[in-house]
Nanobody, 125 residues
Framework: QVQLVESGGGLVQAGGSLRLSCTSSARTFSIYSMAWFRQAPGKEREFVVCISGSGSNTNYADSVKGRFTISRDNAKNTVDLQMNSLKPEDTAVYYC??????????????????WGQGTQVTVSS
């Protein structure tokens, strides 16, 4: 069983920045791909970004490309999401997820085995 704990959410004005962090309890963290998903009120959960176990490969949703940056520190078992130029439409609960089944990560939420509890990000206009 792997536990994921997110932190760093909050309230920010449009154009501002936030940094989310996710800490994993996985013993072999570097073989797990990691991802961030988000879910806005009344909407389905959507893919944001994923990163491979090594950190060499990333894949971003078009809606966040150029504004968000994912990184991971395999020595600390953490993955971060730097969010810049935030927009009101980025408002959502952000979830960290991990998978041992896909080393490079995927946008398919069904491929992720473990999920964090979520952290709220609210962007005011």
């Amino acid at each position: 069983q792997v536990q994921l704990v997110e932190s760093g959410g909050g309230l920010v004005q449009a154009g501002g920045s936030l940094r989310l962090s996710c800490t994993s309890s996985a013993r072999t963290f570097s073989i797990y791909s990691m991802a961030w998903f988000r879910q806005a009120p009344g909407k389905e959960r959507e893919f944001v970004v994923c990163i491979s176990g090594s950190g060499s490969n990333t894949n971003y949703a078009d809606s966040v490309k150029g504004r968000f940056t994912i990184s991971r520190d395999n020595a600390k078992n953490t993955v971060d999401l730097q969010m810049n130029s935030l927009k009101p439409e980025d408002t959502a609960v952000y979830y960290c997820a991990t998978s041992r089944r896909t080393f490079y990560g995927t946008s398919d939420s069904k491929e992720y085995d473990y999920w964090g509890q979520g952290t709220q990000v609210t962007v005011s206009s």
